[in-house]
């Protein structure tokens, strides 16, 4: 794998997060219904003429947003700022997915896909408009005549509620539990940047040990719908639809910032 070439301390800051909660990502996500997701991400595709088995999944992770579509026959690339996530998808896979560090606000052309996607929120790591243009012109040129791109958002609800709330997400054994505590405000406003403190916990022994262990911060921004549609525009890709989902992933038409907790768009090159 090669070195990412991401910019300063302050343009790493995704990167530098992931690297220190790949450990726990898995155990922290568990409860992530993916199949569940596919099972309306994939119909949604085909009504806009998805076509072919070439997938290219940006910002992959340890890779949960590619084994399903392994399992169904697709030929995968994927690639991710963090080496850390990598290592994890690499070890689930071995030699079957090229995977590479990538920097998406900087991809490279990997090759020509019928689909390219970046999922679970990957796209609110950006942090500007600006660099959700960059990200989106690296995809476009990633995607075959025909292909498509997906990519989900989180919306206002989902900073408003899961990036304000405390939430003891993972248990890992021997008294260690992994725990969010989302910083932001109940009435965040619109394209507001929100934090979120990841840390492992451990019970107090009968010695009066345990403590809690802060591994990173997540700093994601919330990106309206029609800033995501002119960024869209200005990396020349047309949206073919905008739909939305709640918690249980169930698409639904029109996009509501508060009811849905996830944005889910679709385009092709213009
Ligand atoms: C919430 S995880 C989702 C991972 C995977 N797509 C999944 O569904 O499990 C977000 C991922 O985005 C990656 N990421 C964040 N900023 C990135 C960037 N600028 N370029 C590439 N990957 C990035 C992180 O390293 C992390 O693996």
Same mark, same amino acid.
């Given at each position: 794998?090669?070195?990412?070439?991401?910019?300063?301390?302050? @343009? !790493?800051?995704?990167?530098?997060?992931?690297?220190?909660?790949?450990? +726990?990502?898995?155990?922290?996500?568990? %409860?992530?219904?993916?199949?569940?997701? &596919?099972?309306?991400?994939?119909? *949604?595709?085909?009504?806009?003429?998805?076509?072919?088995?070439?997938?290219?999944?940006?910002?992959?992770?340890?890779?949960?947003?590619?084994?399903?579509?392994? *399992?169904?026959?697709?030929?995968?690339?994927?690639?991710?700022?963090?080496?850390?996530?990598?290592?994890?998808?690499?070890?689930?896979? @071995?030699?079957?997915?090229?995977?590479? +560090?990538?920097?998406? !606000?900087?991809?490279?052309?990997?090759?020509?896909?019928?689909?390219?996607?970046?999922?679970?929120?990957?796209?609110?790591?950006?942090?500007?408009?600006?660099?959700?243009?960059?990200?989106? !012109?690296?995809? /476009?040129?990633?995607?075959?005549?025909?292909?498509?791109?997906?990519?989900? +958002?989180?919306?206002?609800?989902?900073?408003?509620? &899961?990036? *304000?709330?405390?939430?003891?997400?993972?248990?890992?054994?021997?008294?260690? /539990?992994?725990?969010?505590?989302?910083?932001?405000?109940?009435?965040?406003?619109? @394209?507001?940047?929100?934090?979120?403190?990841?840390?492992?916990?451990?019970?107090?022994?009968?010695?009066?040990?345990?403590?809690?262990?802060?591994?990173?911060? %997540?700093?994601?921004?919330?990106?309206?719908?029609?800033?995501?549609?002119?960024?869209?525009?200005?990396?020349?890709?047309?949206?073919?639809?905008?739909?939305? %989902?709640?918690?249980?992933?169930?698409?639904?038409?029109?996009?509501?910032?508060?009811?849905?907790?996830?944005?889910? &768009?679709?385009?092709?090159?213009?």
């Amino acid at each position: 794998m090669e070195a990412a070439t991401a910019g300063n301390e302050e @343009g !790493r800051w995704a990167e530098l997060t992931y690297e220190a909660i790949a450990p +726990v990502y898995d155990a922290y996500t568990a %409860h992530h219904d993916y199949e569940g997701w &596919f099972a309306e991400l994939l119909p *949604a595709l085909e009504r806009n003429g998805l076509r072919g088995r070439r997938l290219l999944d940006v910002a992959c992770g340890t890779g949960k947003s590619f084994l399903p579509m392994l *399992a169904r026959g697709w030929d995968v690339t994927a690639c991710d700022i963090s080496a850390a996530m990598l290592a994890r998808a690499r070890a689930k896979v @071995g030699d079957t997915v090229e995977l590479s +560090v990538a920097d998406m !606000r900087e991809l490279p052309t990997f090759g020509e896909f019928d689909l390219v996607w970046a999922l679970d929120d990957a796209l609110n790591y950006l942090l500007s408009s600006d660099e959700l243009e960059q990200a989106l !012109r690296g995809m /476009r040129g990633n995607l075959a005549p025909t292909g498509l791109l997906l990519f989900d +958002v989180n919306t206002l609800l989902a900073y408003r509620t &899961f990036f *304000a709330e405390t939430d003891s997400m993972a248990e890992l054994g021997e008294g260690r /539990r992994v725990v969010w505590r989302g910083q932001a405000a109940p009435d965040t406003p619109p @394209g507001s940047i929100c934090e979120a403190h990841l840390s492992v916990e451990e019970d107090k022994g009968a010695t009066g040990g345990g403590g809690a262990q802060t591994l990173a911060t %997540h700093r994601q921004r919330h990106f309206p719908e029609a800033e995501v549609l002119e960024a869209l525009d200005r990396a020349g890709l047309e949206c073919l639809e905008v739909s939305g %989902h709640g918690w249980d992933g169930i698409l639904g038409k029109p996009l509501d910032e508060t009811t849905h907790s996830k944005a889910i &768009f679709i385009a092709r090159a213009a």
